[in-house]
């Protein structure tokens, strides 16, 4: 009878699981890059779930139902690394990057003090100083997150505590906003409700016909909240929106924020990566 793998596994047990494994990544790399493979075997829910076994067995299960399991996992996952897969941002594969997180997971340590993490940790340290420099920062700070909707809300938290440093003890005592194009990330909406300022101080800026935000109109925004009372202190571009890819003019739109000295953030989750380029 099929032994269940054991916590730890002795060395045969190991080898025979890490090469099975590895095997399966690899054959599953070469169907992706056949263009005959599908990019989803997609069924309805109610019919995925007669091909999953998704009970939670008492004990554990052999190395030969371990790879079935993940057989049958990798056959039903929308494919991401193909090359006819064009549905998220997320498309495409890199195989050091796989690597590195498959070590990133073998070391399983924590980024919260460089005594857990020595090497992480400037590596961290490292990438950031290399962004800023990209960028063109000649002093800046930085902290890895976990993606753009995260990144967002971390941009506009640290706006507030600048803005309203008291807030972080006694909330809001008035009435505080920010500006977004109206192609912007939904994830603007989440972040002023999760720091409190609320989905109604969150002031949408018309676009152009290409998706980009129109300065003047956001200036115009500024200067009617302004006269309404209301303490502007975010303003939020976004390079690459995620229906039209639309660059937002990011120029104009720093020297507004120079001008009423309001903190100016850029959305990069989809576009940012053209900061690359030559072209940029």
Not at 6 to 11: D, I, L, P, R, T
Request: glycine share 8%; with cysteine; proline share 4%.
């Amino acid at each position: 009878m099929p032994q269940e793998i054991s916590a730890q596994g002795n060395m045969t047990e190991q080898d025979e699981l890490l090469s099975k494994a590895f095997h399966l990544v690899n054959q599953y790399l070469e169907e992706n890059a056949d263009i005959a493979t599908p990019v989803v075997h997609y069924l309805k829910p109610e019919l995925l779930k007669n091909k999953l076994d998704l009970s939670i067995p008492d004990q554990g299960v052999s190395i030969d139902k371990f790879i079935t399991l993940l057989e049958t996992y990798l056959h039903y996952s929308v494919r991401t690394g193909h090359r006819q897969f064009f549905n998220q941002l997320f498309s495409g594969f890199n195989l050091p990057g796989f690597l590195g997180e498959v070590f990133a997971s073998l070391t399983n340590t924590s980024m919260a003090t460089y005594e857990i993490a020595p090497v992480a940790t400037l590596i961290e340290q490292s990438l950031i100083e290399e962004m800023n420099s990209w960028i063109g920062f000649e002093q800046g700070e930085g902290t890895f997150v976990t993606g753009g909707s995260n990144a967002n809300l971390v941009a506009m938290l640290c706006a507030r505590n600048k803005a309203f440093p008291e807030a972080k003890y006694q909330g809001f005592s008035q009435r505080s906003v920010v500006f977004v194009s109206d192609q912007a990330h939904y994830s603007f909406l989440k972040a002023a409700n999760v720091l409190g300022i609320g989905l109604n101080n969150v002031i949408k800026v018309k676009t152009d016909a290409k998706g980009s935000m129109i300065p003047a109109e956001l200036e115009t925004a500024i200067a009617s909240s302004l006269a309404s009372g209301h303490t502007p202190f975010f303003i939020a571009a976004t390079a690459g929106t995620t229906v039209l890819g639309a660059f937002d003019p990011l120029p104009e739109i720093a020297e507004i924020a120079k001008k009423y000295q309001l903190w100016f953030h850029v959305d990069g989750a989809w576009g940012g990566a053209a900061i690359f380029s030559d072209r940029a």
